[in-house]
């Protein structure tokens, strides 16, 4: 077995009261060592002051402390390797940006062990990928939903891993989607400004914060609360509408936060749900008579939810330069919006 990896950290001038601060700041950027990450390697015993392991994160240090750092070796994660096409986007050597088809897992679960992103990654990415947070494993900072299509951007080294979820926590990151959803959201409907938690912007734009958690009572959905859960905000924009009158709509939407089922839980909220949710659209069907018999067994039909992560930016972590990534909707979902449009 190798030796581990070991890095010498000087504290500088004016420290940080407190050991996990200093080593964050004083740290080379390319490491990429959060606090969360030096706390386990600090609770491993990995981090030392003159051969002695430091004690907790709380540890004082002084200027010019010389403080170690020993790195094990990169944790196998029990995913495979797997040869499944990619849709790459852009990749450098810091980040890989994935156009993700509906039906890909991001992550290996009990119900889905292989044919997901990651096992595509593990393949496609070799010994490119980093031990990041302490495991030889692809740095994915986000997810959509399986039956999501759409834009997903990875870390390929710590320090990327660390810039990028700084930036989806901080709120910071621009992700617009494109969705089919039933009905109109009319900035001139009274019933929607009557709503809890919405209310509109210049454009049309409708801006709709609430809380969102656990349902009460079915443990596998989501759901908005008058209380606990956590804030979220989605605004949402009319693209096109289809139908005489109305009966369904191609709507932007886009994430302020980002909490599960986050957009299919506000817009089956204000009474737009998304064509083929089937857990979040209800058992809603289009008109025949307003849509023609074509458009309405298209939608019946469709088999997943109609949401499509469209547009992704971000701070480049390598570059500091703002990076933005577009997708045009995927084929299923063009031929949903041509069939309504005819």
């Not at 399986?146 to 834009?151: A, D, I, N, V």
């Amino acid at each position: 077995m190798s030796s581990p990896r070991r890095l010498t950290v000087r504290i500088g001038p004016n420290p940080p009261d407190r050991l996990d601060k200093a080593l964050a700041r004083d740290a080379p950027e390319a490491e990429g060592l959060t606090r969360s990450r030096l706390a386990k390697l600090i609770a491993a015993g990995g981090v030392m002051r003159g051969g002695a392991p430091l004690t907790g994160p709380r540890a004082r240090v002084a200027e010019g402390d010389e403080i170690e750092i020993a790195f094990a070796e990169p944790a196998e994660v029990a995913a495979a390797p797997q040869a499944i096409p990619l849709v790459v986007v852009h990749e450098d050597a810091d980040l890989i940006v994935i156009d993700k088809p509906a039906g890909m897992v991001v992550h290996p679960a009990p119900g889905s062990p292989s044919g997901t992103l990651v096992n595509a990654l593990l393949a496609h990415c070799g010994d490119s990928l980093s031990g990041i947070g302490g495991e030889k494993r692809p740095g994915i900072v986000h997810r959509i939903d399986k039956e999501t299509s759409g834009l997903l951007v990875v870390a390929k080294t710590d320090k990327a891993h660390a810039v990028l979820s700084a930036q989806f926590a901080a709120h910071s990151v621009e992700r617009h989607y494109r969705a089919l959803v039933f009905g109109l959201p009319d900035p001139a409907d009274p019933r929607l400004r009557g709503l809890a938690g919405v209310s509109f912007e210049p454009g049309g734009v409708m801006r709709i914060a609430t809380r969102i958690g656990r349902h009460p009572s079915d443990r596998q959905r989501q759901a908005v609360l008058a209380s606990g859960g956590r804030h979220a905000v989605t605004r949402v924009r009319v693209v096109e509408s289809f139908g005489t009158p109305p009966a369904a709509a191609l709507v932007e939407c886009w994430l302020e936060t980002g909490r599960t089922h986050q957009i299919r839980v506000h817009l089956a909220h204000v009474g737009h749900g998304l064509i083929g949710d089937p857990v979040y659209g209800g058992r809603r069907k289009l008109s025949e008579k307003a849509m023609g018999a074509e458009a309405a067994r298209a939608a019946d039909s469709f088999p997943r939810q109609a949401l499509h992560a469209a547009t992704l930016g971000f701070v480049h972590p390598g570059t500091d330069a703002t990076t933005r990534f577009d997708s045009p909707l995927p084929a299923d979902m063009a031929a949903l919006a041509a069939a309504l449009r005819g």
